[in-house]
């Protein structure tokens, strides 16, 4: 019968010590995760795009990834291919805030100018009368107002 080993004391379990004293499991033995077995996919996917397999072999090494259950498994069928290139970083399109910078405005105002249109159609239904086109005299101070921002932007407080 064997005693249990004293408190404290370390019980080797297949782990290699680190210099700093913690503990990392070997790799070739440890199982691999679902994760580990889609990223050497897609590495092989790259190596095969790349030309660096044919389809006989990436058939052969996809299905083995597949089918493998410690990570040295995994290891073994990327080891002949070179590590993958650093992807560039995705560059969103950065908007241009000079040239949108009026849109909402002017949505506001054609906004505004369907209403009052609408306004002036219902008065002219109604009277059964054409009238002048008074919505024009807001929309046209409004218009003017907003052209003028654009032309002449306001970089601050005034002198």
Do not use: K, N
Not at 26 to 53: K, P
């Amino acid at each position: 019968m064997t005693l249990p080993p004293p408190r404290g004391a370390r019980v080797s379990c297949g782990h290699r010590t680190r210099p700093g004293g913690w503990e990392v499991e070997d790799r070739q033995r440890t199982r691999a995760s679902d994760d580990e077995r889609e990223q050497i996919v897609e590495r092989l996917t790259t190596a095969f795009v790349e030309g660096r397999l044919d389809l006989v072999e990436y058939e052969r090494r996809v299905e083995s990834a597949l089918r493998a259950v410690l990570v040295g498994e995994l290891d073994r069928l990327i080891a002949d291919l070179p590590a993958p290139a650093a992807r560039p970083p995705l560059v969103t399109p950065v908007r241009d805030e000079s040239r949108w910078e009026h849109a909402d405005e002017w949505r506001w105002w054609l906004g505004i100018a369907v209403v009052l249109t609408g306004v002036w159609g219902g008065a002219v239904l109604i009277g059964g009368e054409l009238v002048p086109y008074w919505p024009l005299v807001p929309l046209g101070i409004w218009a003017a107002v907003l052209l003028a921002s654009m032309v002449w932007p306001d970089e601050g407080e005034p002198l």
